[in-house]
């Protein structure tokens, strides 16, 4: 039997580079897939990479920059950083295209936002100007900081395992699900940890940055790879 092949759509970080953390490929390698790692950026044919990613049996939208905040049709300067519009409009059209097939789909970080921004929500910009803190502890990022509640019966619920401490690496987060996905998680000052929808699960930790302190954090990327 075949390894299913997981599209995991990576962005530019620093600009002049190409950039995915390693424990995105090996918590997926390590769930039985097979990572095909996709870019974006000017020049890259939409439709042909959309193509690829239908190859694919599950796809993965990773962490990485901003989502500009003209896909949730709202102005510029609001505290964004580093967004990558090229980067927005190929995952938009990916998300559209993984749904539509019925593939499984996975959102982490900047994942779970660019699912709510796709599907009718909206976005906090900047949680620390909105008076939310402890959210960016970029040093801390392969230790959980936070606890995280959890819809009983959710995939959010089943995907903790019952590790219910998390890390934090954002500044932004989703203010609205939209029509299509709803929340299913919450960290301990309401920020929303997690949203869902029919095969699609959006994440706002870092699992991937855990896996070698805590296998449970597999669950997320065994959930999409047994899909």
Same mark, same amino acid.
């Given at each position: 039997?075949?390894?299913?092949?997981?599209?995991?759509?990576?962005?530019?970080?620093?600009?002049?580079?190409?950039?995915?953390?390693?424990?995105?490929?090996?918590?997926?390698? *390590?769930?039985?897939?097979?990572?095909?790692?996709?870019?974006?950026?000017?020049?890259?044919?939409?439709?042909?990479?959309?193509?690829?990613?239908?190859?694919?049996?599950?796809?993965?939208?990773?962490?990485?920059?901003?989502?500009?905040?003209?896909?949730?049709?709202?102005?510029?300067?609001?505290?964004?950083?580093?967004?990558?519009?090229?980067?927005?409009?190929?995952?938009?059209?990916?998300?559209?295209?993984?749904?539509?097939?019925?593939?499984?789909?996975?959102?982490?970080?900047?994942?779970?936002?660019?699912?709510? *921004?796709?599907?009718?929500?909206?976005?906090?910009?900047?949680?620390?100007? *909105?008076?939310?803190?402890?959210?960016?502890?970029?040093?801390?990022?392969?230790?959980?900081?936070?606890?995280? %509640?959890?819809?009983?019966?959710?995939?959010?619920?089943?995907?903790?395992?019952?590790?219910?401490?998390?890390?934090?690496?954002?500044?932004?987060?989703?203010?609205?699900?939209?029509?299509?996905?709803?929340? %299913?998680?919450?960290?301990?000052?309401?920020?929303?940890? *997690?949203?869902?929808?029919?095969?699609?699960?959006?994440?706002?930790?870092?699992?991937?940055?855990?896996?070698?302190?805590?296998?449970?954090?597999?669950?997320?990327?065994?959930?999409?790879?047994?899909?």
């Amino acid at each position: 039997m075949r390894m299913p092949m997981v599209a995991l759509l990576i962005g530019r970080s620093p600009v002049r580079r190409y950039s995915v953390h390693r424990g995105y490929v090996d918590a997926i390698t *390590a769930s039985g897939g097979q990572p095909v790692i996709v870019p974006a950026g000017p020049g890259v044919d939409t439709e042909r990479t959309v193509e690829l990613i239908l190859t694919c049996d599950a796809v993965l939208f990773s962490g990485g920059n901003d989502v500009d905040p003209v896909v949730y049709g709202a102005g510029r300067g609001g505290g964004e950083k580093d967004t990558d519009l090229d980067r927005d409009l190929l995952e938009v059209a990916a998300l559209s295209a993984a749904m539509e097939t019925g593939r499984p789909v996975l959102g982490i970080c900047r994942g779970i936002q660019l699912l709510a *921004a796709a599907l009718g929500g909206t976005l906090i910009p900047d949680l620390l100007s *909105a008076g939310y803190v402890g959210h960016e502890e970029q040093d801390r990022e392969g230790e959980p900081v936070h606890c995280i %509640t959890a819809e009983t019966g959710s995939v959010a619920g089943l995907v903790l395992d019952g590790a219910h401490r998390v890390n934090s690496i954002h500044h932004q987060a989703v203010s609205d699900p939209g029509p299509v996905l709803r929340a %299913t998680a919450w960290g301990p000052d309401g920020v929303i940890e *997690a949203v869902e929808g029919p095969n699609v699960l959006g994440i706002q930790w870092h699992p991937e940055r855990l896996i070698e302190s805590d296998s449970r954090h597999l669950a997320p990327f065994l959930w999409m790879v047994g899909r």
